[in-house]
């Protein structure tokens, strides 16, 4: 079982829906990231937030609006995509780091979007 | 900036024998953290492995070990007795050093797809 729960699986939407993608964790990491990933490519980073606030976007069109309202919480807000942000969204989270510490990440089962 | 070079986009291997996935990169920095993620087709990314750049002695994890040349900037994954469920997709991933804004951020390499054959 993950530790890090994507709602929902899959998603089928019109490029003038509005629709969000969720994501959750319980294990008290305070970085939690957005990931973008095509088939057969790795992650691609969107967005990252620590501590509840954003501290990178990686350029993304503001058509995909990230939302962290708590701790254990990202949202990811969608509005007029298009048919190529058709691809698997994954959440990822991590503890934020002391001094000496390695950080992994711990990954959810992604959500797959398909834009008609 | 931070690369990661995959070289083997596609390997296979008969099952309970032992493969070596490569992994490169390249960074400035000299304190920093390397992974080795599994994505099955289930496509949850799964941590397998991990090493502190500042220790010299390689990462094991059961059946999978890493061989980290840190001069070489290498960092090959080695898994023995590969099983069938081994079967994904394995990226490499640098993590860097903090950023200005306060935060990790991970680069991951392109990917090997393994199939173990039975």
């Known amino acids: 079982d993950t530790e890090v729960t994507q709602t929902p699986k899959h998603l089928v939407m019109g490029m003038t829906n509005k629709k969000s993608l969720k994501c959750e964790q319980h294990?008290?990491?305070?970085?939690m990231y957005w990931y973008k990933q095509k088939a057969k490519k790795p992650p691609e980073l969107m967005f990252v937030y620590s501590y509840e606030k954003l501290s990178i976007n990686e350029s993304v069109p503001s058509r995909f609006s990230p939302e962290c309202p708590n701790s254990s919480l990202l949202n990811l807000h969608l509005h007029a995509l298009q048919p190529e942000d058709s691809a698997l969204y994954l959440c990822?989270?991590?503890?934020?780091?002391?001094?000496?510490?390695?950080?992994?990440?711990?990954f959810g089962d992604g959500t797959r979007l398909s834009i008609l | 900036a931070q690369t990661v070079t995959q070289s083997q986009p596609e390997m296979s291997v008969q099952e309970a024998e032992t493969v070596t996935l490569s992994c490169t990169y390249d960074t400035s920095e000299n304190n920093y953290y390397l992974f080795w993620y599994k994505q099955p087709p289930s496509r949850q990314m799964i941590l397998v492995i991990r090493q502190e750049a500042y220790k010299q002695q390689n990462a094991t994890e059961n059946r999978f070990s890493v061989n980290f040349q840190k001069a070489a900037k290498s960092f090959s994954l080695k898994i023995s007795d590969s099983q069938l469920g081994d079967t994904a997709m394995y990226f490499c991933a640098f993590m860097t050093d903090l950023t200005t804004s306060g935060t990790y951020k991970y680069i991951f390499g392109t990917g090997t797809r393994l199939k173990v054959l039975a």
């Open positions: 990822a989270s991590s503890l934020q780091p002391g001094p000496s510490s390695y950080q992994p990440q711990h």
């Open positions: 294990m008290g990491h305070r970085a």
